[in-house]
Structures are given as C-alpha cells and as structure tokens.
C-alpha cells in the first residue's frame, strides 16, 4: 500500500508540475526530453518565501556578474510563488549534454556547501545543490541547454 500511495503521489506531483510548466515551454525552454523525482528532504525547515527564492536567484546572479568571465547560463524563477527555477545555458558548451549541466549542478553544490549556511546546519558534507533547492521548496527546476532538450527535475516533499 505505501508503495502505491508513493506512486500516485509521485504521478499526481509530476501531473501538476509539468502542467505548471507548459506555459514556459517554447518561450524559455524547448520541450521536457527528460524528467526526474528528487524526494529527499535531509532537513525540514522552516516554510519557505517567494522572498527567499526570489533572493536566492538574485545571489546567484549577482556572483555570477561579478565574475571576471560572462556567464554561461541564466537563472531564474517563474510562478507566482517564485517555485519553478530555470537554468538556461547562455552558450553552446555549458549544457551540451544533461550530464554537463548535472556537473553544474555539482559546482554549484561546491559552492553551497562552502556557504555559511549547510556549515551552521552540520550538512556541508551531505547536502547537495538539489537539497538547497527542496529546503527553498522549489517545486521544480528545470534545466536546459536552450535549444534541443530541457531536463525537469521535481522536488517531492512528504
């Protein structure tokens, strides 16, 4: 019975996320090629802003305009509760392949983990990039080399 009951949640999540998604395809990013569950949750924490999400793009934005090289993919949140995080590649090489915007991903978890944050929390050798996102409770990050595939991935919070 559990292992139903967690398929049709899984089913019923991803129904509602790749409806929320469709008015973005085609306007930032070509059509899901793939999709993924990420149901971990190493922390509750406490609930989340629009606020928060919304502060947490324009941190990485900003660290990437401070950089002494142009950025090579943009980062962004839609939805009116800021819950759906893109990442489009802005160049031919970044994403080529899902496996290179999944190594991104792994820099990013690096740069995360040096934070202040997952040190205060003792998870600086646990938590992964996808881990900060669930805490932010995004419900789904899409990446995307900008032009052939689009990757989904959905956050699943019990």
Same mark, same amino acid.
């Given at each position: 019975m559990?292992?139903?009951?967690?398929?049709?949640?899984?089913?019923?999540?991803?129904?509602?996320? /790749?409806?929320? +998604? #469709? =008015? $973005?395809?085609? $306007?930032?990013?070509? #059509?899901?090629?793939?999709m #993924?569950a990420? &149901?971990?949750?190493?922390?509750?924490?406490?609930?989340?802003?629009?606020?928060?999400?919304?502060?947490?793009?324009?941190?990485?934005?900003?660290?990437?305009?401070?950089?002494? #090289?142009?950025?090579?993919?943009?980062?962004?949140?839609?939805?009116?509760?800021? =819950?759906? !995080?893109?990442?489009?590649?802005?160049?031919? %090489?970044?994403? =080529?392949?899902?496996?290179?915007?999944?190594?991104?991903?792994?820099?990013?978890?690096?740069?995360?983990?040096?934070?202040?944050?997952?040190?205060?929390?003792?998870?600086?050798?646990? /938590?992964?990039? $996808?881990?900060?996102? +669930? !805490? !932010? %409770?995004? &419900?789904?990050?899409? !990446?995307?080399?900008?032009?052939?595939?689009?990757?989904?991935?959905?956050?699943?919070?019990?």
């Amino acid at each position: 019975m559990k292992k139903f009951a967690a398929a049709l949640i899984l089913t019923l999540a991803t129904a509602v996320a /790749a409806t929320a +998604q #469709e =008015k $973005y395809v085609g $306007y930032y990013f070509p #059509e899901i090629t793939s999709m #993924e569950a990420f &149901d971990r949750e190493i922390r509750r924490g406490p609930l989340a802003s629009k606020a928060v999400r919304v502060e947490f793009v324009n941190t990485l934005t900003q660290a990437q305009l401070a950089a002494p #090289e142009a950025p090579s993919y943009a980062v962004f949140a839609k939805g009116a509760d800021a =819950k759906h !995080l893109m990442i489009v590649a802005l160049n031919d %090489q970044v994403f =080529k392949t899902v496996f290179r915007a999944r190594g991104a991903m792994a820099q990013l978890t690096a740069n995360i983990r040096a934070g202040g944050f997952f040190r205060r929390q003792e998870l600086q050798h646990v /938590a992964t990039f $996808y881990d900060f996102l +669930q !805490l !932010l %409770q995004f &419900d789904t990050l899409v !990446l995307t080399d900008g032009e052939i595939w689009s990757h989904q991935v959905d956050f699943i919070r019990n």
